[in-house]
Structure formats: structure tokens, C-alpha cells
């Protein structure tokens, strides 16, 4: 007998079962997985838009984010190019092909050097869209795939990210039924989400929490006003 | 990894003499309390969270197979591979079948408590390949030597200074000269160190927090960003999983994650939740070429349907050593195994037997604060109980143990006997002590004094006591 075979029926035999389950067990589970059942949804979260980018904003702050509000993505080349500054950091981002990202009008910053495409490490700032924002605890959403390779969210030292503030919404629930409406037209899940929720972090010395492990050390947000 | 559960007390008594193991636990006891108490101040629903987490992982238990089934159906329909492994031997061979199939040479890892489990490092060396802790806590016992002594924290016993002494053993890349007094200096010299490594890798590594059937997907929950550097670069990702990882939906995950980085770290949600569904797509700049899910049982089935069914629930936060008095006298390592505190010592004589791990259980003062913190609210002082109980019924207790237990079951079922005989002793000693108020050494009982003093009894036994303040019967 196959190990999948005999770790299958030693979960019947020891649930008390002789096979798979059936009947109204079997249609509970299946209904489950077809229309997923939202749970307890904190309060906080169930707010209007305007009040849960306000949330969004304590919230991703309180995580050590970095967070400016612009007017349009016309604004973002100057919003980007004086963070940069103030952090001392080079005047170059790396970025995926995100329509939002393309449409950014980086010729008004000519100074301002811009790349696409995956990180190899040689890095030092990337620039990513966010799919959504979840208010309850100012955690960013980021697809993986040509409009946001997974590797610019970790290996440069510094991130950016800009986030519609039509795309914040309170709960993770919320991010899932977007996310389920996508993959209802593309057909399948990005191969990657990354909920992304301030700079990376450690605390294995002696529990002293240092920003910037493995990961980013500065994660700024840009949220575009587009309500 | 060497077992030494069966020397428990004296691993305890070793950690209690250990003055830099005192140092660090000391800093771990206020630390990780403090921070739960917090966040669960700042949800008010953080309670009825716990109930619905605990009722999403029951009715997953109830249909393990049906989800297994539909998570391998999903990871497939994504271009992944599901293997299941009945044991750490079968596991550790299908990790090293997928390495040496892809020609790897280097293997970095994100933190895995199953890996500790099923000793992964040793086989992988054993056949060859090169592996690379990156988690910092992990690679820092990787440089030492030792295994993890608390699940989320794994070199929580190690103070900086040792730190720094491993660095300068190891790196010998580096300036001798070069200043590593302060956490940042060493993070930062691991930072750069390990950087390297992720890019020449070809296998990353990863354990799973939760599985999920409705989509086939893999989810690690991290600060650090090494479990997704891991699993991002190399062109192979293998996450290996024990069963009971699964649960049905994305939502039901998102519900036990809420109560997930509260409990463990005090934190509202950690820095990296990331949800991994099969291989790169057409057109995807990067990510792994090939995905492996290893579903291991190791014992899990074997604890479905029976008393210890419940410690399936748990997610491994670690709230309840954070919160157990044992655990912060003697730390980790002195359970001997993998999993220590409250929960090693279920989990431990489930997976290794009673014979091996028998002793574990009786390492509590049933307080119940594990009980009162676990997330998942699994009755961890029932399960020690059942533990305890089956531990003496075969025989495994050792002698004076049996002996003390047999003479007072002999008295607590003779009511009488046993009230004069602890009004005798009682008395006795209220005499003695009532000069000092304690007792510094007391005959047979210097595993008690040797460190901390016995306060002495007023008197009068409780029995007396509550029947003079008119107390029901």
C-alpha cells in the first residue's frame, strides 16, 4: 500500500470511519470550500473607506511603515524623488510592469533613473503596486508575477510601494474576494501573495527587535487618492 | 538529535546552576507576556477569536482527509507535487531524492520545527548536500551546534556576547578588529553573510504555518523575510507540512492568523505572511521552478480519536511556554527533544512514547496559564494528566515515586486517617516555623528548598479551616 494510501485510511480508521466522508458531512464540506464562510470580522475594520485609510495609515505607522498621501499618480515622481533624498538613499528604483507603475510620469523627474524588472540583489530601492491594502492592521497585498516580481519586496534595502486608496479595504477577507474575483478571469492564483505588514524584522538577540533582518529596512507607502 | 528526555530532572537541575541560561530566561519571562497582554487588550474580540479558531480547527480534524485530499487536487492543478511521508525517515529520503534530482549542491532553509523533528539537516548531509539555516536564531544554533530551545524563539538561551563569540569563530572573512557589541552590528554581519548564500542556493526549504484546500497554497508566517528569500530565489521550493497543518478556506486561515502573532509575539500580525500556490507561471520573472509539498504524519494519525486528538489544534505559537513557570526556570533544552514547555510535553510522549517522554508530563505545577493563553484553547493540563496517569499504569514512574503515590492514595481514601494525619504533620511544623514563618531545609523535601523556601503552614489543615468559616460539604 501506497504512504498516501495508508495515511488516508488510518485518518478514516481512527476518526471511526470505514472511507471518505459522505453524505451531508461530504456537501458541508464541499459548500464550504465553494462558498467560504466569513467568520468574525473585528469591528475595527468595518468602517467607511475614508475612515479605514485612516486606520491603515495608524496602523501601518505603528509597524514602523513610512506613509505619505499624493493627490494622483502624477504626484508620485516628486513624492519619490524627495523621499529618496531625505533618506540619502540613490536616485534609481527597480519596478515591475504594473499598469499603475507604467503610468507614473517619471519623464517630469529626469534625474530620477528607473529600471524594470527582477532583483538580482544589486538593488539598493524598489517600487511595487499593491493589490490592496487591509486596514485592521495596515498590512500591504502584492502579487507576484511580471507586474510585481516577489523578489523586489526582499532584497533591496529599501521599498516603496504606492496603494490606491480605493483598494484599502478593513479585514483580510475582503483582499480574498478580490482576489477570488481576479482569479475568476485569469483562470489561476498569482504563485505568490505577500501580505506585507512594515520592514522586516528580528528579535533573535536577546528579543531586541531590530528592523531590516533579511529584508527591507525601510518600507514607505504611497497612498494615491483616488476616492 | 541526541534524546536526553529521560534526564530531565537532572537537565533541570543543570539549567537551574547555568547562570547565563538564568540571564537570558529572565529577559524572555516579562518580555513575550507583557506584549500578549497587550495585543489582546487591543482586540476585544481576541476571546471569541479563540473559540472560532479552535471550532475551524475541530471540524478540520473531523474531515482531514477530505481536505488533504483537496489540497493535493489544488497543488497539482497549480503544477506543483504533493509526497506523503509516514515517517521522518520517509520524509527525509523524499527531500533528498528531490535535491539530488535537480543536482543540488547548497540548500538553505526557513525555520521548521518539523525539520528539527525528523532530524532534515542530518540526512541532507548526509548525503551530501550543503545546508543553511536562515533564520537568524536558527543559523546562530547552526554555527553553535544546538538545537532550538523554544519554538518561535529558537536561541532565545544564547546571550549577544556568545553571539558575537560564534561570529568571530566562523566569519573569518571579516576585520578580527571589527566591533560586535551591539545587536544591530551582528544582524548586519548576518545579513551579509547569508545574502550570499540564498543566491547560490538551489533548494530552499520551508515549513508551512497553514495549508490550504480550497486553493492548494503553502503559507509561512515570518518577521524576518528569510522563510521568502528562501523559497523565492532558488529554482526549487520544497515545503514540507505535518497533516494537521491544513484547514479548509483562505478565510479560515486569515481567522487563525489573527489570533496567531498575538499569542505568539505580542504582535497584531508579523512583518511576512506569504501564501505560495504551485511554481513560477508563463511570464513570471521569478520564483521556484518546481514546488514539492511533503505531508508528513509522524505520529499525528495516531493521536486522532483518541484524548489527545485536541493537541492536533495547535499552531505552535508558544504562548504557553512564554507563560509556564517550569519552562522559565529551566528553558528549553532541558526537555531533551524538539517541542519543550506545555506542549512538548504532550507532544513529545505522543511521537516518541511514553517510555522515552514519560517524565515530561509531570514536569508542570498544573497552574493552568497554558491553558488560560493557548489560542486554540487545547486543554494542555487534561492532556499531562492522561500522560501522567498512563505513565504510572505502565509501570514507568520510578520507585519512590510509586511509593509516595501509593501511600497517599492509601490515606486520601481513608477520610479519617487522613485528617489526623495531616492535622499531626500540619501542626507540627506550624510549631516549628512560626519563630521564622518558613522552613531555608526540611527533611525529604530539599528538592523544594534547595531553591526557594517552604512557607510554614499556620497551623491548622484547610479541611479544619473551612469547616470553622461554615464552609458546604
Known amino acids: ?227 | 538529535m541526541h534524546i536526553t528526555t529521560k534526564r530531565f530532572k537532572k537537565n533541570a537541575a543543570e539549567a537551574m546552576d547555568n547562570p547565563q541560561l538564568q540571564q537570558a530566561l529572565t529577559k524572555m519571562k516579562t518580555g513575550f507576556v507583557e506584549r500578549r497582554a497587550d495585543a489582546r487588550a487591543g482586540l476585544p474580540e481576541f476571546d471569541a477569536l479563540r473559540d472560532q479558531a479552535r471550532d475551524i480547527k475541530n471540524h478540520t480534524l473531523e474531515n482531514m482527509d477530505f481536505y488533504l485530499e483537496r489540497f493535493e487536487s489544488n497543488v497539482h492543478a497549480n503544477g506543483g507535487h504533493v509526497h506523503w511521508a509516514r515517517n521522518a525517515e520517509e520524509a527525509r529520503r523524499i527531500a533528498g531524492d528531490i535535491c539530488a534530482e535537480v543536482g543540488a549542491k547548497t540548500v538553505t532553509k526557513g525555520k521548521s520545527m518539523i525539520s528539527e523533528e525528523i532530524a532534515l539537516n542530518d540526512g541532507l548531509e548526509e548525503r551530501g548536500f550543503e545546508v543553511i539555516e536562515t533564520d537568524l536564531g536558527e543559523y546562530i544554533l547552526q554555527l553553535r551546534k544546538e538545537g532550538p530551545s523554544h519554538i518561535i524563539a529558537p536561541a532565545i538561551h544564547v546571550l549577544k556576547e556568545q553571539v558575537a563569540d560564534d561570529f568571530r569563530a566562523h566569519h573569518i572573512q571579516f576585520d578580527k578588529a571589527r566591533p560586535l557589541n551591539e545587536p544591530r552590528e551582528l544582524i548586519s554581519e548576518a545579513r551579509e553573510v547569508l545574502r550570499q548564500k540564498y543566491l547560490d542556493s538551489d533548494v530552499g526549504i520551508t515549513g508551512a504555518n497553514f495549508l490550504i484546500a480550497e486553493t492548494g497554497t503553502s503559507v509561512i508566517v515570518t518577521n524576518e523575510g528569510n522563510g521568502d528569500l528562501t523559497q523565492a530565489l532558488p529554482k526549487v521550493h520544497v515545503v514540507i507540512a505535518s497533516l494537521e497543518k491544513v484547514v479548509p478556506t483562505l478565510d479560515d486561515a486569515s481567522a487563525i492568523l489573527r489570533v496567531l502573532a498575538r499569542s505568539a509575539t505580542g504582535q497584531e500580525f508579523t512583518a511576512y505572511t506569504t501564501f505560495s500556490t504551485g511554481p513560477k507561471r508563463d511570464g513570471d520573472p521569478d520564483g521556484p521552478e518546481e514546488y514539492h509539498v511533503i505531508l508528513l504524519d509522524n505520529g499525528r494519525t495516531a493521536m486522532l480519536g483518541t484524548e489527545y486528538q485536541d493537541m492536533l489544534r495547535c499552531i505552535r505559537c508558544g504562548a504557553c511556554m512564554n507563560h509556564c513557570p517550569v519552562y522559565g526556570a529551566v528553558g528549553g533544552h532541558a526537555y531533551g527533544w524538539v517541542y519543550p514547555g506545555p506542549m512538548g510535553a504532550v507532544l513529545t510522549p505522543s511521537f516518541i512514547g511514553v517510555d522515552q517522554g514519560g517524565q515530561l508530563p509531570n514536569a508542570s505545577t498544573f497552574c493552568g496559564r497554558c491553558e488560560a493563553v493557548c489560542p486554540m484553547r487545547i486543554p494542555l493540563p487534561k492532556m499531562m494528566r492522561h500522560y501522567r496517569a498512563k505513565e504510572y499504569e505502565e509501570g514507568l514512574s520510578p520507585p519512590a515515586m510509586r511509593f509516595g503515590l501509593d501511600v497517599w492514595g492509601f490515606m486520601a481514601t481513608k477520610p479519617r486517617l487522613y485528617r489526623l494525619a495531616t492535622r499531626l504533620v500540619i501542626g507540627v511544623l506550624g510549631r516549628m516555623g512560626r519563630r521564622k514563618g518558613h522552613f531555608s531545609t526540611l527533611p525529604l523535601a530539599d528538592g523544594w528548598t534547595k531553591y526557594r523556601d517552604l512557607p510554614a503552614p499556620d497551623g491548622r489543615t484547610f479541611q479544619d479551616q473551612w469547616d470553622d468559616a461554615g464552609g458546604a460539604r
Not at chain 1, 25 to 37: M, V
Not at chain 1, 191 to 216: W, Y
Open chain 1, 1 to 227: 500500500m501506497s504512504a498516501r494510501e495508508q495515511i488516508l485510511g488510518q485518518i478514516r480508521r481512527s476518526l471511526g470511519r470505514d472511507g471518505p466522508i459522505e453524505g451531508e458531512a461530504l456537501n458541508r464540506a464541499e459548500e464550504r470550500l465553494r462558498e467560504p464562510p466569513r467568520g468574525l470580522i473585528p469591528e475595527r475594520s468595518q468602517k467607511a473607506a475614508a475612515d479605514l485609510a485612516l486606520l491603515f495609515v495608524e496602523k501601518a505607522q505603528k509597524a514602523n511603515c513610512t506613509v505619505e498621501e499624493v493627490g494622483s499618480l502624477r504626484q508620485v515622481p516628486d513624492a519619490i524623488a524627495t523621499y529618496l533624498t531625505q533618506e540619502n538613499l540613490p536616485a534609481e528604483v527597480r519596478m515591475g510592469e504594473h499598469p499603475d507603475l507604467l503610468a507614473i510620469p517619471f519623464e517630469q523627474r529626469p534625474t530620477l533613473t528607473v529600471t524594470k524588472g527582477r532583483t538580482d540583489g544589486t538593488h539598493a530601492v524598489s517600487l511595487a503596486a499593491a493589490f490592496a491594502g487591509a486596514a485592521e492592521t495596515g498590512t500591504l497585498a502584492l502579487l507576484s508575477g511580471p507586474e510585481g516580481p516577489t523578489s523586489l519586496n526582499f532584497l533591496p534595502e529599501s521599498e516603496i510601494v504606492i496603494l490606491r486608496k480605493s483598494k484599502i479595504v478593513g479585514p483580510y477577507e475582503d483582499i480574498w474576494q478580490m482576489l477570488r474575483a481576479r482569479t475568476a478571469q485569469t483562470g489561476s492564483m498569482p504563485r505568490t501573495v505577500n501580505f506585507i505588514t512594515g520592514p522586516s524584522r528580528t528579535g533573535d538577540i536577546e528579543q531586541k527587535i531590530e528592523l531590516g533582518a533579511h529584508g527591507p529596512l525601510r518600507l514607505h507607502i504611497v497612498i494615491i487618492d483616488d476616492l
